[in-house]
């Protein structure tokens, strides 16, 4: 597990990718999550959705090191990030037997 926040440098819509071995999930608060009770938006843990993940339902072949085109799920929707503003991101990993380890992040 790695936790972390991501800063964009600009204000723009973003893509983000997974690759990793064997399962690998990444999830991402953007502030579209609203709190229950207050209605105000979440940027935190609490507020994390499912962005990308490299799980597929038909094998379980890890994709390779940095590749990130094995599977539609690895590559996120679009998301709006505002420059200097801190958004929660968190990768999950786990690791069967086999190959090394590794797991990548890109975003563009």
Known sequence: RYRGFLVAPVTGDYRLWIAGNDKCELWFS????????????????????????????IDSFPSSYRGFDRLLSQRSRVVRLTAGEPYYIEVLQKKGGGTPSHISVAWQ
């Open 30 to 57: 953007d502030g579209t999550v609203k709190h229950p009770d207050t209605n105000a938006l979440l940027t935190n843990r609490f507020g994390k959705q499912l962005l990308a993940h490299n799980q597929s339902p």
